[in-house]
């Protein structure tokens, strides 16, 4: 198993519940997350930007 630091872009949703998601959604294809944070949002482009700690299986292709 190995660690990961990323970072990632997705759209910033409508409500609490669809931005969670869609966090949860992107982190996933990632690895298993240990932390993440919102470490920006641009209101003017509508984007959210992420950073995670992810984990991946060593023999994973994520």
């Known amino acids: 198993m190995t660690t990961h630091f990323i970072s990632a872009e997705i759209d910033l949703e409508e409500s609490t519940e669809e931005l969670q998601q869609a966090i949860k959604t992107e982190l996933e294809k990632r690895g298993e997350p240990l932390r993440w944070a919102v470490s920006n ?22």
């Open 41 to 62: 949002v641009d209101q003017e482009r509508g984007k959210v930007q992420l950073e995670a700690i992810v984990t991946v299986a060593e023999n994973s292709t994520k």
